[in-house]
């Protein structure tokens, strides 16, 4: 029989079931559940549910909103299923796509799929119940037996009936009172109710419109000339008439701003019936005109990129555009959107991180207006559930944002752009799902039959791998856009640069000259170093003592501003020592320089310059990367310091210089991908001077003055570096010949650790040759968790690639079933980066 045919009788009997009454649904529930539970469907609720929507289940005493993932009539064996309690949605949150996105992420980066529900679903469309505590009638008023704590609930209880648990926090001035509530509900002085609550609010907007009387023109005219009091009410009037005309509707909020009146006098026009006032629902999200407006025309070898792209797209899903700095690629990515828009298509633009996405939109609206929306981390639950709705239903057709925007639930997504591919941005690291972003997308591509255009000035080993062998389409852009030249390249060796106290220095000549020419010339510069804070660590002069985090093993980054040492692992902040703990001593040295240290020091070395910093500490709020981008676009800020924020596919047209402070921290740390890393960074960086006219200049200033790499930047020669990697990695077996599963045990007690990575090792016999480890990390402590390490390096091989996931995660549920280590955390990372 085919699978047509097979669907049909499938559907036929799905039909049946649900007018005879048994009817079972497997539901998803945003719970790192091993599987998914499943349901029965009562009769009454049978012909409400559907694929993808929202239904309340109880799952041991709590309530969840779970997505229906499949409707059966098969009854479990192994249990009785419960019912479902109420049916939320009227029509799908999800469509079957999403779906089945959800089980290949679950699938692939072994997780469940209700971690993958809990990192798609905004918050307030995930609802979970509140417990309420119900007064029991039949206890009576005899509280002799309780204590005072017990006593104050009760009667609280008695006279309301219902608490809530913020209330009876409230009552206790306490936030820990479950031992209190226990003790209550064992005592039958009441008993747990659960609720679910709806997070999602609607915004509500008073909008004001004309009695209908005053349509016709010749009463409303009779009624301005004869307006005889209320001056202030006439200026509402109006002001009513120039917004209604300019903008088609009106505000109550935009009516008594521009009228400059109060709600008082507003309130006589409406009770004199001249002006009526209606609550409705309104967005939050800013609107613009839906216009498509794409002016601009490509250089000869974007045009030819361009017809390049679209040719490929042809023949393969996926293209990758590996263009150089400042080539152009956003102008072929916007020509691409149009095409896209035009078809009736939705596109998808991700970036790996909030901080580029401010300058890119303002540019995506000037041609595409509100055809645009944003996602990011930044908007607030209620905004999420907006944008969600509104691409589910198709009103948004351009989609920008970070790696969370790939699991909205698009209608018909016919191409999803991945600019700066190569970022390790798109992975997701904590908590599960583990995903990457890029490589998701290509597979959620292939759902819709939509197109995935890579692109990147310095494209990952494993895209450029997959474009050499023919897997992707490769289009390559090697010029500049207008004038703009690459810009030259300094390297300065710091060996030759003295200070006094011996320590790394800062700013060598050359760059402090050519800081002084490009101020001269009324240019902007950047400044590079990849450490936030002050100084990196503080070290005893006398003993060598480095003081160090309580809780990880990692020394501790002074931070000026606050005053504070703090811990870049687990955030605690500690008071600035004076004194050594190992030899008394109240001298220390500070080692090493930050972006903190280095905005510092260009103010003092030029006073006259104005200067700002970009990395964690000081872009924060929602706005705070835009504000600043702005900013310095409109040249009110002469030198920018900044780590890797300032580094990622951001425009500025008069920098000139940029400057390089340590390129020895970004060559030297412990992992296969540091060439490739170090590479990225500094071509990226570079690629930020001379985007205009300007050839512009790189100083990067170094001790290892021979690493390989160093001359490939030099040379922007990324071919090469290519070339020089992929040897090595297939010498070492590493990716893209392979494919990688890092295991980390976490514990309080590193003995427990170890002993439960020797466990999973010692029960994958047939893996060994495979496994790398135990060892630990370099870092082998955060937050008071000792961490030990298992890596799987696999050929890439589909079927022992799953036969080794499936052995895996069995013998993870074997070494959890022991008691021993029931509290030891297994993290499985798939495709580390």
Same mark, same amino acid.
């Given at each position: 029989?085919?699978?047509?045919?097979?669907?049909?009788?499938?559907?036929?009997?799905?039909?049946?079931?649900?007018?005879?009454?048994?009817?079972?649904?497997?539901?998803?529930?945003?719970?790192?559940?091993?599987?998914?539970?499943?349901?029965?469907?009562?009769?009454?609720?049978?012909?409400?549910? $559907?694929?993808?929507?929202?239904?309340?289940?109880?799952?041991?005493?709590?309530?969840?909103? =779970?997505?229906?993932?499949?409707?059966?009539?098969?009854?479990?064996?192994?249990?009785?299923?419960?019912?479902?309690?109420?049916?939320?949605?009227?029509?799908?949150?999800?469509?079957?796509?999403?779906?089945?996105? %959800?089980?290949?992420?679950?699938?692939?980066?072994?997780?469940?799929?209700?971690?993958?529900?809990?990192?798609?679903?905004?918050?307030?469309?995930?609802?979970?119940?509140?417990? /309420?505590?119900?007064?029991?009638?039949?206890?009576?008023?005899?509280?002799?037996?309780?204590?005072?704590?017990?006593?104050?609930?009760?009667?609280?209880?008695?006279?309301?009936?219902?608490?809530?648990?913020?209330?009876?926090?409230?009552?206790?001035?306490?936030?820990?009172?479950?031992?209190?509530?226990? !003790?209550?509900?064992?005592?039958?002085?009441?008993?747990? %109710?659960?609720?679910?609550?709806? *997070?999602?609010?609607?915004?509500?907007?008073?909008?004001?419109?004309?009695?209908?009387?005053?349509?016709?023109?010749?009463?409303?005219?009779?009624?301005?000339?004869? %307006?005889?009091?209320?001056?202030?009410?006439?200026?509402?009037?109006?002001?009513?008439?120039?917004?209604?005309?300019?903008?088609?509707?009106?505000?109550?909020?935009?009516?008594?701003?521009?009228?400059?009146?109060?709600?008082?006098?507003?309130?006589?026009?409406?009770?004199?019936?001249?002006?009526?006032?209606?609550?409705?629902?309104?967005?939050?999200?800013?609107?613009?005109?839906?216009?498509?407006?794409?002016?601009?025309?490509?250089?000869?070898?974007?045009?030819?990129?361009?017809?390049?792209?679209?040719?490929?797209? /042809?023949?393969?899903?996926?293209?990758?555009?590996?263009?150089?700095?400042?080539?152009?690629?956003?102008?072929?990515?916007?020509?691409?959107?149009?095409?896209?828009?035009?078809?009736?298509?939705?596109?998808?633009?991700?970036?790996?991180?909030?901080? @580029?996405?401010?300058?890119?939109?303002?540019?995506?609206?000037?041609?595409?207006? =509100?055809?645009?929306? /944003?996602?990011?981390?930044?908007?607030?639950?209620?905004?999420?559930?907006?944008?969600?709705?509104?691409?589910?239903?198709?009103?948004?057709?351009?989609?920008?944002?970070?790696?969370?925007?790939?699991?909205?639930?698009?209608? #018909?997504?016919?191409?999803?752009?991945?600019?700066?591919?190569? #970022?390790?941005?798109?992975?997701?690291?904590?908590?599960?799902?583990?995903?990457?972003?890029?490589?998701?997308?290509?597979?959620?591509?292939?759902?819709?039959?939509?197109?995935?255009?890579?692109?990147?000035?310095?494209?990952?080993?494993?895209?450029?791998?997959?474009?050499?062998?023919?897997?992707?389409?490769?289009?390559?852009?090697?010029?500049?856009?207008?004038?703009?030249?690459?810009?030259?390249?300094?390297?300065?060796?710091?060996?030759?640069?003295?200070?006094?106290?011996?320590? *790394?220095?800062?700013?060598?000549?050359?760059?402090?000259?050519?800081?002084?020419?490009?101020?001269?010339?009324?240019?902007?510069?950047?400044?590079?170093?990849?450490?936030?804070?002050?100084?990196?660590?503080?070290?005893?002069?006398?003993?060598?003592?480095?003081?160090?985090?309580?809780?990880?093993?990692?020394?501790?980054?002074?931070?000026?501003?606050?005053? *504070?040492?703090?811990?870049?692992?687990?955030?605690?902040?500690?008071?600035?020592?004076?004194?050594?703990?190992?030899?008394?001593?109240?001298?220390?040295?500070?080692?090493?320089?930050?972006?903190?240290?280095?905005?510092?020091?260009?103010?003092?070395?030029?006073?006259?310059?104005?200067?700002?910093?970009?990395?964690?500490?000081?872009?924060?709020? !929602?706005?705070?990367?835009?504000?600043?981008?702005?900013?310095?676009?409109? $040249?009110? @800020?002469?030198?920018?310091?900044?780590?890797?924020?300032?580094?990622?596919?951001?425009?500025?047209?008069?920098?000139?210089?940029?400057?390089?402070?340590?390129?020895?921290?970004?060559?030297?740390?412990?992992?296969?991908?540091?060439?490739?890393?170090?590479?990225?960074?500094?071509?990226?960086?570079?690629?930020?001077?001379?985007?205009?006219?300007?050839?512009?200049?790189?100083?990067?200033?170094?001790?290892?003055?021979?690493?390989?790499?160093?001359?490939?930047?030099?040379?922007?020669?990324?071919?090469?570096?290519?070339?020089?990697?992929?040897?090595?990695? !297939?010498?070492?077996?590493?990716?893209?010949?392979?494919?990688?599963?890092?295991?980390?045990?976490?514990?309080?007690?590193?003995?427990?650790?170890?002993?439960?990575?020797?466990?999973?090792?010692?029960?994958?016999?047939?893996?060994?040759?495979?496994?790398?480890?135990?060892?630990?990390?370099?870092?082998?402590?955060?937050?008071?968790?000792?961490? %030990?390490?298992?890596?799987?390096?696999?050929?890439? #091989?589909?079927?022992?690639?799953?036969?080794?996931?499936?052995?895996?995660?069995?013998?993870?549920?074997?070494?959890?079933?022991?008691?021993?280590?029931?509290?030891?955390?297994?993290?499985?990372?798939?495709?580390?980066?």
């Amino acid at each position: 029989m085919s699978a047509a045919a097979n669907k049909i009788n499938n559907s036929s009997d799905l039909f049946s079931q649900r007018q005879t009454g048994v009817l079972f649904a497997e539901i998803i529930i945003p719970l790192a559940l091993p599987q998914n539970y499943t349901w029965l469907i009562p009769f009454h609720l049978q012909s409400s549910v $559907q694929t993808g929507s929202r239904v309340e289940v109880q799952l041991r005493n709590k309530k969840y909103a =779970g997505i229906i993932k499949t409707l059966h009539t098969n009854k479990p064996a192994a249990f009785e299923p419960k019912e479902i309690l109420n049916v939320l949605d009227t029509e799908p949150l999800v469509y079957p796509r999403q779906l089945q996105l %959800w089980q290949w992420v679950a699938s692939y980066y072994m997780c469940s799929e209700g971690e993958v529900m809990h990192a798609a679903v905004p918050s307030n469309l995930k609802l979970s119940s509140e417990s /309420i505590l119900l007064w029991n009638e039949e206890h009576g008023l005899d509280f002799s037996d309780l204590n005072d704590e017990e006593y104050l609930v009760a009667e609280a209880l008695e006279l309301k009936k219902e608490l809530r648990l913020s209330e009876v926090q409230q009552i206790l001035d306490a936030s820990h009172v479950y031992p209190v509530i226990k !003790k209550l509900i064992d005592k039958k002085v009441c008993y747990v %109710w659960e609720e679910l609550k709806d *997070k999602y609010k609607p915004k509500t907007e008073t909008y004001i419109a004309l009695n209908p009387i005053y349509f016709n023109e010749d009463k409303l005219a009779d009624l301005l000339n004869n %307006w005889s009091k209320a001056p202030k009410q006439l200026e509402l009037m109006l002001a009513y008439l120039h917004i209604i005309k300019s903008e088609g509707e009106v505000t109550q909020t935009a009516l008594l701003k521009k009228a400059n009146a109060s709600s008082a006098q507003l309130k006589g026009l409406i009770d004199k019936n001249i002006l009526i006032a209606e609550k409705k629902d309104a967005s939050r999200l800013p609107m613009l005109p839906r216009n498509v407006s794409v002016e601009f025309v490509l250089s000869p070898a974007q045009e030819e990129a361009l017809q390049k792209i679209e040719q490929t797209f /042809i023949d393969k899903q996926v293209c990758l555009l590996h263009g150089i700095t400042s080539s152009g690629k956003t102008q072929l990515y916007v020509k691409l959107i149009e095409q896209y828009i035009k078809q009736g298509r939705q596109v998808l633009y991700m970036l790996p991180e909030i901080a @580029l996405t401010a300058q890119i939109i303002r540019r995506l609206q000037k041609h595409f207006g =509100g055809n645009i929306a /944003i996602y990011h981390s930044k908007f607030n639950p209620n905004e999420r559930v907006e944008i969600w709705n509104k691409v589910k239903h198709g009103e948004v057709k351009v989609v920008l944002g970070a790696r969370s925007a790939l699991l909205l639930p698009f209608k #018909d997504p016919g191409l999803i752009i991945v600019d700066e591919e190569h #970022d390790t941005s798109y992975k997701q690291h904590d908590p599960a799902p583990r995903y990457n972003a890029r490589d998701t997308a290509i597979y959620y591509a292939s759902l819709f039959k939509a197109k995935v255009l890579l692109g990147s000035a310095t494209p990952s080993m494993e895209t450029y791998h997959n474009a050499q062998n023919n897997k992707y389409g490769l289009v390559e852009l090697n010029e500049r856009f207008g004038e703009g030249k690459l810009p030259d390249i300094e390297i300065v060796d710091l060996k030759t640069v003295v200070t006094k106290d011996k320590s *790394k220095p800062m700013f060598s000549l050359q760059m402090k000259t050519a800081i002084e020419a490009s101020l001269h010339e009324k240019k902007q510069v950047i400044i590079f170093q990849n450490r936030r804070g002050y100084t990196p660590y503080m070290i005893c002069s006398v003993c060598g003592w480095i003081p160090q985090c309580q809780h990880c093993d990692v020394t501790l980054t002074y931070h000026k501003s606050k005053n *504070k040492l703090s811990c870049h692992y687990c955030g605690t902040n500690y008071p600035v020592l004076q004194t050594c703990a190992a030899c008394g001593s109240h001298n220390f040295i500070q080692k090493n320089f930050g972006t903190e240290k280095i905005e510092e020091a260009i103010v003092e070395e030029f006073p006259s310059a104005r200067v700002a910093r970009m990395d964690y500490d000081s872009v924060k709020g !929602k706005h705070d990367h835009d504000n600043l981008i702005k900013i310095f676009e409109q $040249q009110r @800020l002469d030198i920018l310091v900044g780590t890797q924020m300032v580094v990622k596919g951001l425009d500025f047209e008069h920098v000139n210089l940029v400057g390089i402070l340590d390129a020895d921290a970004l060559l030297s740390f412990t992992d296969f991908r540091v060439n490739e890393r170090a590479y990225q960074l500094m071509e990226q960086v570079s690629g930020r001077a001379g985007r205009k006219d300007d050839k512009g200049k790189v100083i990067i200033q170094v001790t290892n003055t021979n690493h390989p790499v160093l001359k490939f930047v030099q040379a922007h020669d990324y071919k090469a570096l290519y070339d020089f990697e992929i040897d090595n990695r !297939k010498l070492f077996f590493y990716p893209p010949f392979s494919r990688l599963i890092h295991i980390t045990f976490r514990h309080r007690e590193t003995h427990l650790a170890e002993e439960a990575a020797n466990l999973l090792v010692q029960g994958l016999p047939t893996l060994h040759k495979y496994i790398t480890g135990p060892a630990e990390p370099v870092v082998n402590r955060v937050r008071n968790q000792y961490l %030990w390490d298992v890596l799987f390096k696999l050929p890439k #091989d589909a079927h022992l690639i799953n036969q080794c996931k499936m052995q895996l995660q069995q013998q993870v549920v074997i070494i959890q079933s022991n008691k021993r280590y029931r509290s030891v955390d297994i993290i499985i990372d798939v495709d580390p980066v």
